[in-house]
C-alpha cells in the first residue's frame, strides 16, 4: 500500500504539470511547481503522508532514499520539468548538477539532511555526480575501441561455410498445452532413453536437482523413475551400460548404479551434500564443489582436489582430456555460461564467454550457451546466444584458438554485433552434436542442420516454434519459444530431440513417409520402478 501511495503521489505531481496552465475550479487545491531546492523540500513536505515522513525520518542514512528514485523520482523528473528545462532545472544545474536522474536523486538526498538536520555538502555531490560521469563517458570510449578490435578480431574468425538450402522440407510443431519437461541429458538405454530433468529445489540459481525419466518405446510414452534404494534424487546420468543416481538414503548421501545385470552401491569418496554425477568417456565421476572423482575399478581417484569454486552443472560434467566442462543454469534462466577447469598444471576456472575475448556490453553477448559438444580430437563447438537472441555457433580448437561457423543465425560476417534482418539468414541452432562420421548435427527453433567439412546443410525447416501457451484457464499466456539443447539420433531418419525450456519430441518419417513431431512431454506415462 505505501508504493501505491508514492505511486499515486508520483502521477498526480506528472498530471499537475501537464495541466498547470489550464483554469480549476477555485476549490481545487493548488499545485505548486518548485523553482528552487529550497520550495522542492517545502513541497515534498506539504505532498507526503505522514507516515511517509516518519519513514524518512527513520532512515539512518540519505542512501535510503534511493528506494524512491523509481516511483516519487519518476513524478518529480517529470511533473518539475527537470527533462525540460524549468526553472528548478536551470536552478539545479547552476548548483553543478546536469543529469535529471542527479537532479532527482540531490533534491531527495537533501530532504534527508534537511529533515534530520545535516549538511547538504552540495558541491561534494555534484563532484561525485561529475566525477561518476567523466568514468561512464570514458568507459563509453573504451568500449568504442573495443568494439572495433571485436569486429575486426571475429571477421578473421569466420569460417566461410557455404549454406546449402536445396530441396528442404518444412514441418510444423504441433500446438502446444504446456512447456513441460526441461531435460539436461539424453542417453540411449534398454532400447529406449535415458532422460535427466531439471527440477529446482529451491530460489537459488544453484538449487537444483535432475531426475530420472526414460522413453519407453514399447508404450511411446515418458515415465519417471523410482529406485527403491533412494528416497530423492540429486543427479541422475548413463555411463556406458549402467543408469547411476546419487541422493539421500535415510539422511545419508548415496550413489547407486544399476547394469543390465545387477545393482551396485558404492560408498561416496566425501560425506554431505549428494554430489553432482559427471562423465569421463564411459567411466562415472562425482563433482563437488571444490573436486571431482573416479571411479576406476571400485574405488574413487581424485582427479582434482582444490580451492576453486565449480559451478553447479546443469548438464552433466564431462572430462575430455585435462579440460572438465561445465555449464550452469544462469540467473533467472538466462546467461547459462559454459566453463572448464583445467586440471593438468596449474588448476584454472574459465567461461567461454571470458575466454574468446570478444564478448561485450555492446555485443556480442554469448555468455549463454544452450549446448556444446567436444570431438575425438579435442575441439569445443559451443552454441551461444540467448533464448530470443540470434544464435551463433563457435568452435574452439584444443590449443584454444576459435573460430565462428555461424555468426548472429548467419555464416557471413555481421557487422551489427547483435546481428540484423539485412544480415539475418535464419539459421538459428541451440542443439550441437557430434555423429560417428565427424558430422555436425545441429537443431534449432529454425531447423536440423548437417556440417560437414565446409558446407553447412540445412535438411529440414521448422515452423511454428513460437507459441503462446494459455494458462490460467485460458486468461493468460505463456510466451513460449522452442530452444533445442539436446539431439540424439534414434536410427535413420529419427531423432530425438529436447528443448531448453521444455518440448520434448520425436522427429521421424512417419507411415505416410511425411516428417512428422510427435510430443513426449506433455502427457506422461506412469512412474517406472527399477
Same mark, same amino acid.
Given at each position: ?24 475550479? @477555485? ?32 532512515? #539512518? ?47 531527495? #538526498?537533501?530532504?534527508? &539532511? ?108 515418458? /515415465?519417471?523413475? /523410482? ?14 551400460? @549402467? ?36 562423465? /569421463? /568417456? ?100 559451443? &552454441? ?37 534482418? #539485412? ?67 534414434? #536410427? ?39
Amino acid at each position: 500500500m505505501r508504493f501505491a501511495t508514492i505511486i499515486i503521489l508520483a502521477l498526480s505531481l506528472s498530471i499537475a504539470f501537464a495541466q498547470n496552465d489550464k483554469v480549476e475550479p @477555485t476549490d481545487a487545491p493548488k499545485k505548486r511547481i518548485p523553482t528552487t531546492l529550497s520550495e522542492a523540500h517545502a513541497e515534498l513536505e506539504r505532498i507526503l503522508p505522514a507516515e511517509e515522513l516518519a519513514k524518512i525520518d527513520a532512515m #539512518e542514512s540519505e542512501d535510503g532514499m534511493i528506494e524512491y528514485h523509481f516511483d516519487l523520482g519518476i513524478g518529480i523528473r517529470n511533473s518539475w520539468g527537470l527533462w525540460g528545462g524549468s526553472p528548478l532545472s536551470k536552478h539545479m544545474q547552476q548548483l553543478g548538477f546536469t543529469h535529471p536522474d542527479d537532479m532527482s536523486g540531490a533534491i531527495l #538526498e537533501t530532504f534527508w &539532511c534537511k529533515r534530520h538536520g545535516k549538511p547538504f555538502r552540495l558541491k561534494e555531490r555534484a563532484a561525485e555526480y561529475a566525477t561518476y560521469w567523466d568514468a561512464a563517458q570514458k568507459a563509453e570510449e573504451v568500449e568504442k575501441m573495443r568494439i572495433e578490435s571485436a569486429k575486426l578480431k571475429m571477421r578473421s574468425m569466420m569460417m566461410g561455410l557455404r549454406l546449402n538450402t536445396e530441396g528442404v522440407s518444412t514441418i510444423k510443431m504441433p500446438d502446444r498445452i504446456d512447456s513441460s519437461l526441461r531435460a539436461r541429458f539424453l542417453s540411449r538405454y534398454r532400447d529406449g532413453v535415458f532422460i535427466a530433468v531439471r527440477k529446482h529445489k529451491g530460489m537459488g540459481n544453484d538449487e537444483f536437482v535432475t531426475e530420472p525419466y526414460f522413453f519407453s518405446p514399447e508404450d511411446g510414452m515418458i /515415465h519417471k523413475i /523410482h529406485i527403491p534404494e533412494l528416497q530423492d534424487f540429486s543427479s541422475a546420468v548413463v555411463a556406458g551400460q @549402467t543408469a547411476w543416481f546419487t541422493g539421500n538414503s535415510d539422511g545419508a548421501s548415496v550413489i547407486f548404479g544399476i547394469t543390465p545385470h545387477r545393482r551396485l552401491k558404492i560408498d561416496l569418496p566425501k560425506v554431505g551434500r549428494p554430489p553432482q554425477l559427471g562423465l /569421463h /568417456h564411459d567411466a562415472i565421476l562425482v563433482v563437488y564443489s571444490n573436486g571431482f572423482y573416479k571411479l576406476v575399478n571400485d574405488s574413487w581417484q581424485a582427479v582434482y582436489e582444490g580451492e576453486i569454486s565449480l559451478p553447479r552443472s546443469g548438464p552433466p560434467p564431462q572430462l575430455n582430456g585435462d579440460l572438465l566442462y561445465l555449464r550452469d543454469e544462469g540467473r533467472g534462466e538466462n546467461q547459462k555460461r559454459l566453463w572448464w577447469l583445467k586440471v593438468r598444471g596449474e588448476p584454472e576456472l574459465k567461461s567461454l564467454d571470458m575466454d574468446i575475448g570478444v564478448v561485450g556490453s555492446h555485443g556480442p553477448r554469448w555468455e549463454n550457451s544452450f549446448s556444446y559438444t567436444v570431438t575425438n580430437t579435442g575441439e569445443l563447438w559451443a &552454441c551461444v546466444g540467448e533464448g530470443r537472441a540470434r544464435k551463433s555457433l563457435v568452435r574452439r580448437s584444443k590449443d584454444g584458438a576459435y573460430s565462428i561457423a555461424i555468426m548472429n543465425n548467419s555464416v557471413r560476417f555481421t557487422p551489427e554485433l547483435f546481428g540484423s534482418e #539485412e544480415t539475418d539468414q535464419g539459421i538459428s541452432v541451440s542443439a550441437v552434436s557430434m555423429l560417428q562420421d565427424n558430422t555436425i548435427l545441429l537443431v534449432g527453433n529454425s531447423g536440423l542442420y548437417r556440417l560437414k567439412g565446409n558446407e553447412l546443410f540445412q535438411e529440414l525447416a521448422f515452423t511454428n516454434t513460437r507459441q503462446k501457451i494459455p494458462v490460467n484457464a485460458g486468461k493468460n499466456v505463456y510466451n513460449w519459444r522452442w530452444d533445442p539443447s539436446k539431439v540424439l539420433v534414434l #536410427e535413420e531418419d529419427s531423432y530425438f530431440i529436447s528443448g531448453a525450456f521444455g518440448g520434448i519430441y520425436t522427429l521421424k518419417v512417419d507411415k505416410k513417409g511425411e516428417w512428422a513431431f510427435e510430443s513426449l512431454d506433455e502427457k506422461l506415462g506412469e512412474s517406472a520402478t527399477w
